[in-house]
């Protein structure tokens, strides 16, 4: 099954203590294949002045959700959400222990999260198959 990249861009987020931060998100949909899955990589910038991906995970993911993925909380289980630290190659798959939305307060601001969030390392080669793209491209590839 062959994916498609169909995102690619600097997305800016509300980081802890009201700085805005800065990752790259990439989106990834399976083609012709039901169920389609999607692989949603959210690395982090070296020149991020704000939160972490990891720090903002509870917010984050939500957020880029709503924006590039409306409607597909039915279907989360085939959503895979990967935090990508490309100066220490390093991947990790985030899951929530509930895909129900919330509002929540996060350092005086009302914001949307998820349950509590947990990570779990994955080898890089993993990754690669899974998205099914040169490992190359994961790792050097700029924002369009």
Known sequence: MSRTKVVDE??????????????????YTADGRAPVVVAVVA?????????????AAAVLYPSLIAKYLPGWLDQADNLMLLEHYPEHDTFDQVTFTHWRPAI???????????GKASWRHVRRDRVIELIELVGEEILNERVR
Do not use: W
């Not at 307060?105 to 009302?110: A, I, N, V």
């Open 43 to 55: 690395s982090e910038c070296a020149d991020n002045p704000g939160s972490s991906v990891t720090n």
């Open 104 to 114: 929540i307060f996060r350092h005086g601001l009302k914001c949307v999260a998820f």
């Open 10 to 27: 600097l997305y800016q987020y509300q980081g802890i203590n009201q700085i805005m931060a800065h990752c790259r998100i990439r989106i």
